[in-house]
């Protein structure tokens, strides 16, 4: 079945600290996942996305890794700040010519002055 | 460079009506994709279309929704007579082509049925 969750609803951290937010996934089939942020009122925003032959990307101050083995998804915010508490989705696409996106509950961030 | 356009950005409808959401893709983008998000839960496919073709509606509902990409002008999702329970926020993303996975979204309609 379809089936992308997190593990934790909410987050809250100070700022300055680092964030990690999980996701598990269940289709060892999916090759495609993207983490995006959704503010309030406002559509999805694209963060970062990895493809299933890589284990680790990096982009500015956010990093994805994938972990195959166990089917586990992280977004890691470095040095996080006000401006991105938000909620988080991660998403998958299972390729095979489908071309939608399986999203997870998402997870709300929030960042402590 | 605008990004991917929807309108209304809010809808209020009565029950029995018809809902009407446009979505402009971003310039260059012939794949649409719409998704509907219920109050604290995440995107739930809907369906994805491109120029004049639906290519995937598994995620729709049988009766009441339809989807159109025309050849000239903004994709349309209809709602026809409408339930309370069709309220949410619909979300319109865009890619450029098959085989690019990543999907731009618009803002949103968020469709309130009284």
């Known amino acids: 079945g379809e089936s992308v969750g997190l593990h934790l609803p909410t987050l809250s951290v100070q700022e300055g600290d680092n964030s990690i937010i999980n996701c598990a996934y269940s289709n060892s089939a999916s090759d495609y996942f993207i983490w995006y942020k959704q503010e309030s009122g406002k559509g999805p925003q694209f963060i970062i996305d990895i493809r299933s032959n890589m284990d680790k990307r990096q982009g500015q101050r956010v990093t994805v890794l994938l972990n195959k083995t166990v089917k586990h998804l992280s977004l890691q915010i470095a040095a996080t700040q006000p401006g991105d508490s938000a909620v988080y989705f991660c998403a998958e696409n299972r390729g095979g010519g489908s071309e939608k996106l399986v999203f997870g509950k998402g997870t709300k961030l929030t960042v402590n002055p | 460079n605008a990004g991917v356009m929807q309108n209304p950005r809010h809808l209020v409808r009565r029950r029995g009506q018809e809902a009407r959401l446009r979505c402009s893709p971003m310039?260059?983008?012939?794949?649409v994709y719409w998704y509907r998000q219920l109050p604290e839960e995440g995107l739930k496919f809907m369906v994805y279309l491109q120029k004049e073709n639906i290519i995937d509606e598994s995620g729709m509902p049988k009766e009441r929704f339809s989807a159109e990409f025309p050849k000239e002008g903004p994709s349309i999702l209809r709602i026809q007579q409408v339930v309370r329970g069709d309220s949410a926020a619909y979300f319109c993303?865009?890619?450029?082509?098959?085989?690019?996975?990543?999907?731009?979204f618009g803002p949103g309609t968020r469709l309130t049925v009284t």
């Open positions: 993303a865009s890619s450029p082509m098959t085989g690019v996975d990543e999907q731009y």
């Open positions: 310039k260059g983008h012939s794949h």
